[in-house]
């Protein structure tokens, strides 16, 4: 205020994009916000997304705004919230404030879980989206080049509620379900394209071929899918020079492999592909799809993440139909089973009994322990795991003298190398031990106990 020394007053400022927005109709009163369509809890993958949405009303319109906790998500103003490329930052709580000149309101607040992705998993597609809409143009999940599109007559129609495997699957797998399921009503296709780009999902392992698609020759592809009425089938293709070959298993509950698959087509066909496509054209019946994922080893396809981290070592490597991958198993023959595999960071499905070795401060094979030093001044030298404190697993150095009761070496361990995921730690042998006969004797004998 400038003018002859007067006083002046303002207030209701208000910016907007329409007349409507700064000028409300006084014959509408305001109305304060409501929520009539509450948010859902959500989970996925790291590296996936999941989508948050609530239905809101009021006058004028209401401002809306989303939280993570305690925190304002910035430039999330709007009804719906997409979180892409999850990372384990983003599990918490969320929660939109709903706000008019009429008055405020809270959502209810809901849960995103972000669930460790299993090793080799490569593309997976929950279908959480919301239920009563249609799948083109619908882009979550992970692994994808591109949304859901129509391939024939119309894609798929999304129904509320996860497809159930039941007792077709292996326990614990409907635990990861999520989101809501896919309907194909007779004749449609819908399908999507994977992510084939160079660095991208399936490049980094290997799997794209020199047309640019997935199909490379000595790669093992395998597909799992939930369908209606329920059958949890998982599909394994052995990409080879010449045609190919695929296994089929319906309704598999076991952790591994079976030895024999409910369909096998051998020299099937010389496969190449960047996308998948679902159908329906039987008998004018509609078909349900749920919970698709590919990956490079069964257990990233039927095992549910979250077990134990050895599970998840395992699901890492490829193994012959029906191998023994419990942790007393043997699959390679070495004598080494697969939980000292796993303590040693060693392959479990490559016959060795090759000891560790190191340069300098560096380890550069990882082996079984050895014993290094002379008679009088002997160490010995074994791989332990980085993460061993945080996975439950511990490792123990003892002696004997007779192989019948052993001692246990308190003294710390020494580390003499590493690399990314191990060290290389070293213990010298005790001069004498205790013997069972009650007398003691020089140290003869060494093992590392493990225990998980």
Not at 29 to 42: D, H, K, M, N, Y
Not at 256 to 263: C, W
Not at 292 to 317: C, H, K, L, N, Y
Not at 341 to 368: D, K
Request: charged share 15%; proline share 7%; net charge negative.
């Amino acid at each position: 205020a400038f003018l002859n020394g007067r006083s002046v007053r303002h207030d209701e400022i208000r910016l907007g994009e329409t007349w409507a927005s700064v000028v409300p109709n006084p014959s509408v009163p305001p109305v304060a916000p409501q929520i009539t369509g509450q948010p859902l809890p959500a989970s996925n993958f790291e590296g996936g997304s999941v989508r948050l949405a609530a239905a809101i009303s009021g006058t004028p319109a209401p401002a809306l705004q989303w939280f993570h906790g305690a925190a304002a998500l910035a430039n999330q103003t709007g009804p719906e919230l997409i979180l892409t490329n999850l990372k384990t930052a983003d599990a918490g709580d969320y929660k939109l404030v709903v706000t008019n000149s009429a008055g405020a309101v809270t959502s209810n607040t809901v849960t995103v879980t972000v669930l460790a992705r299993p090793t080799g998993l490569m593309a997976y597609e929950g279908f959480d989206y919301p239920a009563g809409a249609e799948s083109d143009g619908q882009s979550g999940g992970g692994g994808w080049s591109g949304p859901w599109q129509t391939v024939d007559n119309g894609g798929y129609d999304l129904v509320a509620g996860s497809l159930a495997a039941g007792g077709n699957a292996p326990a614990g797998y409907d635990g990861l379900s999520q989101g809501n399921h896919s309907r194909l009503i007779s004749g449609r296709r819908g399908g999507r394209l994977l992510d084939t780009g160079a660095g991208g999902t399936f490049d980094s392992r290997g799997f794209i071929d020199f047309n640019g698609n997935i199909g490379a020759d000595g790669k093992t592809l395998y597909l799992s899918f939930l369908q209606q009425p329920v059958n949890f089938y998982v599909v394994r293709i052995d990409f080879k020079d010449g045609n190919d070959d695929i296994l089929v298993y319906r309704n598999p509950t076991g952790a591994s492999e079976p030895v024999t698959a409910d369909l096998a087509l051998p020299d099937q066909a010389d496969m190449s592909f960047n996308g998948i496509s679902f159908g329906d054209f039987v008998g004018g019946f509609a078909v349900s799809h749920d919970e698709i994922r590919m990956g490079e080893t069964w257990a990233s396809v039927t095992v549910p993440s979250g077990t134990s981290p050895f599970t998840q070592w395992i699901s890492g490597f490829t193994f012959a139909p029906g191998a023994d991958q419990s942790e007393a198993g043997d699959p390679d023959g070495d004598g080494v089973v697969n939980l000292l595999e796993y303590a040693f960071a060693t392959a479990p499905n490559v016959h060795s009994t090759a000891p560790l070795s190191y340069t300098g401060n560096t380890v550069t094979v990882r082996g079984l322990p050895l014993v290094t030093g002379a008679p009088g001044s002997l160490s010995s030298v074994f791989i332990r795991r980085k993460d061993a404190a945080t996975t439950g697993l511990s490792y123990t150095a003892e002696f004997s003298a007779d192989l019948k009761l052993w001692h246990f070496v308190a003294a710390p361990l020494q580390v003499v190398a590493s690399d990314a995921e191990t060290a290389a730690v070293q213990t010298a042998w005790p001069a004498t031990v205790p013997t069972s006969g009650g007398t003691a004797q020089p140290a003869r004998f060494f093992r590392v106990k493990v225990q998980f």
